[in-house]
């Protein structure tokens, strides 16, 4: 199977910056895209931004012109730059990757894999 580590995340005051990153480990065979989610006390868990292979990105209109999607291909890692963060960006933050890899010698398997997600807590 896939694991994925998070790193990053933290306390910050409204209109600081963190960096967060996520490694993908195992017998990758393909990574077709990868994502950032995030989930705050009571509400459901919301796209955040999403990378695609032929390097397209998404970003949810709140987000937009504040945070930075992007991966390192060599690592199997995507990372997001967050700055001018607010309040409402409070929450827990996780990391998906979605792609193929080599369950034996002679069969690949698609996976759909969360990291463990990392607290992200902006001050006003």
């Known amino acids: 199977q896939v694991q994925l580590v998070e790193s990053g995340g933290g306390l910050v005051e409204a209109g600081g910056s963190l960096a967060l990153s996520c490694a993908a480990s195992g017998s990758i065979v393909k990574i077709n895209g990868m994502g950032w989610y995030r989930q705050a006390p009571g509400k459901q868990r919301e796209l955040v931004a999403s990378?695609?292979?032929?390097?397209?990105?998404y970003y949810v209109d709140f987000v937009k012109g504040r945070f930075t999607i992007s991966r390192d291909n060599a690592k199997n890692t995507v990372y997001l730059q967050m700055n001018s963060l607010k309040p409402d960006d409070t929450a827990v933050y996780f990391c998906n990757v979605k792609g193929v890899y080599s369950e034996t010698r002679t069969w690949n398997r698609s996976f759909d894999s969360w990291g463990q997600g990392t607290q992200v807590t902006v001050s006003s």
């Open positions: 990378l695609i292979n032929d390097g397209s990105t």
